[in-house]
């Protein structure tokens, strides 16, 4: 017994000691930006920074490596959390509030890499600044882009004062990831998925620079499209989130703009909101009810001063959290509530045009000089004649195109690549034990835009769809997925086809755009003739086709087509969208 006793004792003590607010041994480690102030830090070097944050401060700071990226080096994840816990599902449990700030996506841009570690460290070793923490935990990806922070250089930013040398924009396989948060392409990307959906952060911070136009401001903000937002959260973020940073950033001396995205040339008529897709780190962040924010620091300034003016956004945000979150709680709480029950989604959003807000903003006079390459009159921004101005800010999006939820979507086992990607967000689904033939909404495609190129891709736009109630098959081990729960947003805006961030928009399902079978004209002119004296009714609509289009009546191609199409010879599953909707989803055969 005394044993027992004694070491009962010893692990309380240890238990208490973990979260007694002891001075903690310094981690003794200087970046070169602190020698340097035009420098960054390689990607071991910042590596290398978090190892030695981990080793000085174990009980308080995590640092481990989750799955690859298209490099072969891991991702790592950092975990501040002052009580001693890393498991997500504990955290949550305890009502702490997540903060997730991703670094380096564009590791061109690569202020946030620094000014992470510079603030880590200060609330690390600055027992004062953990107050703040009490309530709320730090998860931060040290270098996204770790592929293209390896392929470093000094030239590839050409708008961009400083540092001397930054990374590369395109990962190892050419990628911008900050548009591959749905198709997931890259295994950067993969990877980040199962790390998002497992901490499903409250805010998430996404540090970029900007390129575009002069202006006097050293930090711009893109918030997530608030009128895309569950409403509770669309309100909290533009009634009290935002009036409070940028109120704290000008406290600071870091006076904040909305990112400057004008429709002209010059910001001077106005500047537009930025309606944030799935493909975008801050738009997928959406997708989980989590509120986003991508700081982009001016590319003109000197890098010191954009590193500054990341490392204040970013303590900035954690004050702002610790001050509001029970807020915080409930207004995700409510959020979640509703992305599980509400019955229509909005697919598409447009800016609404009639509708703005009339912010300061301070510039710089936009002039024309001849140029010296051309000799024709080109832009330029006279920084001798700053100006302040109020201009209209756009910044209001209805929605452009909505989907009523089906009662559950059945995908088939065949569509791989898909159910990969819903595995890896944690989407809940389950499986057919058998086979079935169950009556179903199906999508037919009609038409769509295809777009040249685009990040590995043919992307489709303007999708148009013919839907029908048909009865289908599907097989043993097929997939369910019943629409009550909290990745609902995240289905409707991939699996509905006409989804600007949809799977078939991405080019997932292109095999059912192709016929796979046709005919000989020669000898199905005899299989149509008799198909249409068979059916009166098919060769009434072609006569009233000829008659009403002269040029189909002067094409016997096109006709011989139109009748394949209405017969039986014509391939059912031509255009048809593999994902079923149901409308009743009770009594499936559903394995356990």
Not at 48 to 73: L, N, R
């Amino acid at each position: 017994m005394k044993k027992i006793s004694l070491l009962l004792v010893t692990l309380c003590v240890a238990a208490c000691n973990r979260h007694i607010n002891h001075p903690p041994k310094m981690a003794h480690f200087t970046i070169p930006f602190e020698t340097n102030d035009n420098q960054t830090l390689s990607y071991h070097e910042a590596i290398a920074c978090y190892e030695k944050m981990a080793a000085a401060h174990p009980t308080i700071f995590q640092f481990s490596t989750v799955g690859s990226t298209d490099s072969g080096e891991p991702l790592h994840v950092a975990v501040l959390n002052t009580s001693g816990v890393f498991d997500p599902e504990k955290i949550r449990l305890s009502g702490k509030r997540i903060l997730f700030i991703n670094n380096g996506i564009h590791p061109g841009e690569p202020e946030g890499i620094d000014a992470t570690i510079l603030l880590l460290r200060d609330y690390l070793e600055k027992p004062a600044m953990q107050k703040a923490l009490e309530h709320l935990v730090l998860v931060v990806i040290p270098v996204y882009n770790v592929d293209g922070c390896l392929n470093r250089g000094a030239y590839s930013r050409a708008n961009q004062e400083g540092p001397e040398s930054y990374g590369f924009r395109g990962n190892a396989r050419n990628y911008d990831l900050n548009r591959d948060f749905i198709k997931c392409d890259s295994r950067n990307a993969r990877t980040f998925n199962q790390i998002f959906t497992t901490w499903l952060p409250d805010i998430f911070v996404d540090n970029h620079t900007s390129n575009g136009a002069d202006y006097q401001y050293t930090m711009t903000l893109i918030a997530t499209q608030h009128n895309k937002l569950e409403a509770p959260l669309g309100q909290f973020l533009q009634e009290t989130m935002l009036p409070e940073l940028y109120a704290d950033m000008k406290g600071r001396k870091w006076e904040m703009i909305p990112y400057v995205d004008s429709p002209k040339e010059i910001p001077d008529s106005g500047i537009v909101g930025f309606c944030d897709y799935g493909r975008y780190s801050t738009g997928y962040a959406a997708l989980w009810n989590t509120i986003g924010f991508m700081p982009e620091t001016h590319m003109l300034k000197p890098f010191k001063d954009r590193l500054w003016s990341t490392y204040h956004f970013m303590d900035a945000m954690v004050q702002f959290m610790s001050r509001h979150i029970p807020e915080i709680r409930d207004v995700r709480a409510k959020a979640w509530e509703t992305t599980r029950s509400k019955q229509v989604f909005a697919l598409d959003y447009a800016m609404d045009q009639k509708k703005h807000d009339s912010i300061t903003f301070k510039g710089y006079e936009a002039k024309y000089k001849p140029s010296e390459v051309s000799g024709l009159p080109r832009l330029w921004y006279d920084r001798n004649e700053p100006y302040q101005k109020q201009i209209p800010y756009y910044n209001y999006f209805n929605p452009s195109l909505t989907a009523t939820k089906p009662a559950a979507y059945i995908i088939p086992q065949a569509w791989e690549h898909v159910i990969e990607r819903l595995e890896m967000n944690g989407v809940e689904m389950k499986r057919l034990k058998e086979a079935l033939e169950i009556e179903t909404e199906t999508y037919f495609i009609k038409d769509f835009k295809t777009r040249n190129a685009w990040e590995g891709h043919y992307y489709h736009s303007g999708v148009t769809m013919e839907k029908k109630t048909l009865k289908r098959k599907f097989d043993q081990g097929d997939y369910v997925i019943f629409t009550n729960q909290n990745a609902n947003r995240y289905l409707l805006e991939t699996l509905e086809p006409n989804a600007p961030d949809s799977w078939f928009a991405w080019n997932f399902f292109e095999p059912v755009l192709m016929q796979k079978e046709y005919f000989s004209a020669y000898v199905f002119e005899d299989l149509a003739a008799q198909f249409l004296k068979e059916n009166p009714s098919v060769k009434t609509e072609l006569e009233a086709k000829r008659n009403a289009e002269p040029e189909f009546a002067g094409d016997s191609a096109a006709q011989l087509d139109w009748v394949y199409r209405h017969s039986p010879w014509y391939e059912p599953t031509h255009r048809m969208y593999p994902v079923a909707r149901l409308v009743n989803a009770g009594n499936l055969p559903i394995a356990k």
